[in-house]
């Protein structure tokens, strides 16, 4: 598949850019590690000028995140710029702070619409934000939805939740959201220190399926849309993924093949979930806006080689042995990090063929697939470890 995204040649079709790092909540599955802001961000110009150097390499779609993207004081600015360029552009906010002027200034801007996260219901978002957080995050949809505003949502699927994702797919609805985008917890970031709260590999044979079958229902005004986390072939495989592309399975990681993250020190990576320095980590940074143009970063023979430089030999565990293995390359590269980087247990065909729940596949795992396990079993039996 690797080769296929070659030909067709390397652009940043979608870019999410961390505005600055600061943020009025400290939330317990925050990968970015948000709160303060970085010594290093971007001034208001120079984001300007970024601005122009990102639509000119052909992005269209930019999402403007934080940290709270909108303690960063131009960020209307930044959105006006890009929108003015053709791209579209939205925001992702916790709501914590959304008045009737933020609605204003991002329609003045022209953003397309507005994201804010919900974590599950009052119990459940409060326990993952602040206290009182939920009442004022349903007010910001309630004020931009009253304002012609489109909104979305973001929910982080978690143990705390994972149960109550058909009754918060109805709230949503009620509350006139328009689309639902579904991640799973990772532990990385805040949450490395609350892994206990990260749903059990195991649950993915019942949540994947699930959100499928809430993906069967979706209607013009109300869609879901899984993240690239979440799923990876099998029965559900076809629902999870966009209705409209013509293949209608996982493709494997985008990330710095049509996929841009820009940090708000001017840092760029393949995604912006990859982790930099916040979690003592530079492997993933391709390079800075302030020393060199985004389109030379971005065209550098070299760059972004875990993806485009991407290797079978390179994989480990069972990924290594999977029939996918060519297309998938190990899914999710964010989650394969935060696993150690040499597999994926948040892979759905994984599980199902670990369990033997061959009913949830298409056809029955290859002989090496099943075997991969019972030599795993056998060896941990054999050091003491079943």
């Not at 934080?66 to 579209?88: D, F, I, Q, S």
């Not at 949540?207 to 209607?219: K, S």
């Not at 029939?323 to 599980?351: E, I, K, L």
Request: charged fraction near 25%; glycine fraction near 10%.
């Amino acid at each position: 598949m690797i080769e296929v995204l070659r030909r067709v040649g390397f652009f940043p079709r979608a870019c999410v850019w961390e505005l600055t790092l600061a943020c009025n909540l400290r939330c317990k599955h925050c990968g970015s590690i948000a709160g303060s802001k970085r010594a290093d961000e971007l001034s208001l110009d120079e984001c300007l000028r970024v601005a122009d150097e990102l639509v000119a390499l052909g992005c269209r779609r930019i999402t403007l995140s934080g940290g709270e993207p909108t303690m960063y004081p131009g960020w209307h600015e930044v959105g006006r710029r890009l929108v003015e360029l053709g791209a579209r552009v939205n925001l992702i906010s916790n709501g914590l702070t959304w008045s009737d002027k933020h609605v204003e200034q991002a329609q003045k801007a022209g953003l397309c619409g507005v994201a804010f996260s919900i974590d599950g219901f009052e119990k459940e978002h409060d326990e993952f934000r602040a206290p009182g957080s939920f009442v004022r995050v349903v007010r910001a949809i309630d004020i931009s939805v009253a304002a012609g505003m489109p909104v979305a949502v973001n929910t982080t699927i978690n143990r705390l939740n994972q149960g109550l994702l058909k009754s918060l797919r109805q709230f949503l609805m009620d509350h006139r959201v328009f689309a639902w985008q579904l991640q799973f917890a990772t532990a990385t970031g805040n949450m490395g220190a609350h892994r206990d709260l990260v749903s059990p590999p195991e649950d993915l044979l019942w949540l994947v399926p699930q959100i499928a079958e809430l993906c069967r229902i979706n209607c013009p005004e109300f869609k879901i849309y899984p993240s690239d986390d979440i799923g990876y072939y099998g029965k559900p495989e076809p629902d999870l993924r966009d209705a409209e592309t013509a293949l209608p399975f996982w493709l494997g990681c985008r990330a710095g093949c049509q996929v841009i993250g820009i940090e708000s020190s001017g840092n760029v990576k393949g995604c912006l979930s990859l982790p930099s320095s916040m979690h003592g980590e530079a492997r993933f940074v391709e390079g800075n806006v302030r020393q060199k143009s985004l389109r030379d970063i971005w065209n550098r023979e070299d760059a972004f080689a875990y993806n485009r430089l991407f290797k079978e030999g390179k994989l480990g565990g069972f990924c290594r042995v999977c029939r996918f293995r060519d297309v998938c390359r190990g899914g999710c590269s964010w989650a394969t990090y935060a696993q150690g980087g040499t597999g994926n247990q948040n892979c759905f065909y994984y599980q199902a063929v670990r369990h033997g729940r061959f009913d949830l596949l298409d056809e029955e795992p290859t002989g090496d697939e099943i075997h991969y396990f019972d030599s795993h079993t056998a060896a941990s039996v054999a050091g003491g470890q079943a």
